[in-house]
């Protein structure tokens, strides 16, 4: 039986609690029906691979494991709250989402099985995954040598991304990629994967480690600690970099003094403009509302107003939000809690 006696305990008790004392298991958890809907999928596909799956600290899948980690926050609903109230959002919180994810990792995990991109004709169609991952990508929004399936254009990052998203692309039922990217130049990596997959079909993996590397057992560290390093990921930056943008945007004539402060204005419009400039871009939550509170910060200390129309200035805040959080994101490296 599973130890849950902090399910009950108060955020700042539980955030007490080491990751390795929640006793945490998929089986049982709301991800089981998930990872029973993926294996479905694959069998509907003609493949007999399963990844092996633990919980982890994030989605990742380690190099030379056919496999891969999903958070732990989504085996249980408390969890889940809670990553909300520090992250606000839950990375694969719906089904929708969290199968894309599922998809995506199991690309990465049958590509490592297979040891597949050692293949020429995989490098010829996605690029060489010895590639190094750079800390920046510019991605370009109107391409159409990608396909589309996590947000912020992800296939773009790198040729492994590329062949796991095309990968998940092609394994969602229903997709219709055929009419979906005719004419796009990804529809060739597409039919590639389709064929790929059919040779796969009676071939027992050459890669079948079990290896769980960072398995939630294995992690002492505090959920409070968890959260400070996420954060922390997630971006703190210098605040006086938007200080020429606010002061477009809003005022510092002493003659507006009667005017609603620029700090009070994005404060009453924080939690719209943090939903939809993450929905809009793709970016994390928590990256959005880092660029929210400095913008706030900043506009308090540099006793700006608002000068124009209210609609006008939201319109514009958005802007530079979306700006600046897509900047931010291009910028940190994607890191795993270890």
């Not at 800390?135 to 996590?150: E, Q």
């Not at 039919?191 to 057992?217: K, N, Q, W």
Request: glycine share 6%.
């Amino acid at each position: 039986m599973r130890r849950t006696g902090w399910v009950e305990l108060p955020t700042e008790e539980l955030l007490e609690v080491r990751l390795c004392d929640l006793d945490l298991g998929i089986a049982g958890s709301p991800l089981e029906p998930r990872l029973e809907e993926l294996y479905g999928e694959l069998r509907a596909a003609g493949l007999g691979f399963r990844p092996n799956v633990w919980l982890s600290t994030d989605w990742f899948a380690p190099e030379g494991v056919p496999g891969f980690a999903i958070p732990f926050y989504l085996a249980h609903p408390r969890l889940a709250r809670l990553e909300r109230q520090q992250m606000f959002q839950v990375e694969g919180g719906d089904r929708r989402w969290c199968m894309q994810l599922l998809r995506h990792e199991t690309g990465h995990a049958i590509d490592c099985a297979h040891r597949l991109h050692y293949r020429r004709a995989w490098r010829e169609h996605f690029g060489r995954a010895s590639a190094p991952y750079r800390a920046t990508y510019v991605p370009d929004p109107d391409s159409r040598r990608f396909v589309h399936n996590l947000p912020d254009f992800y296939a773009q990052s790198h040729p492994l991304e590329d062949f796991a998203e095309t990968f998940a692309v092609w394994l969602r039922p229903g997709a219709r990629w055929r009419t979906r990217y005719v004419d796009w130049p990804a529809l060739r990596k597409l039919v590639y994967v389709d064929a790929l997959m059919a040779e796969l079909a009676d071939h027992r993996p050459a890669v079948r480690s079990r290896e769980r590397t960072d398995s939630l057992p294995t992690v002492r560290m505090t959920l409070r600690e968890y959260y400070r390093r996420k954060q922390a990921h997630y971006g703190r930056e210098d605040f006086s970099g938007y200080d020429r943008d606010l002061r477009r945007l809003f005022s510092d004539d002493p003659s507006r003094w009667r005017r609603k402060s620029a700090a009070a204005f994005l404060r009453e419009r924080r939690s719209h403009l943090r939903r939809g400039v993450a929905q809009w871009t793709g970016q994390h939550r928590y990256v959005v509302d880092e660029v929210l509170k400095g913008m706030i910060q900043r506009s308090r200390e540099l006793g700006l107003r608002v000068s124009g129309s209210e609609r006008e200035a939201g319109e514009g805040a958005a802007a530079l939000v979306t700006l600046h959080a897509t900047r931010i994101a291009r910028m940190r490296h994607r890191e795993y809690f270890r």
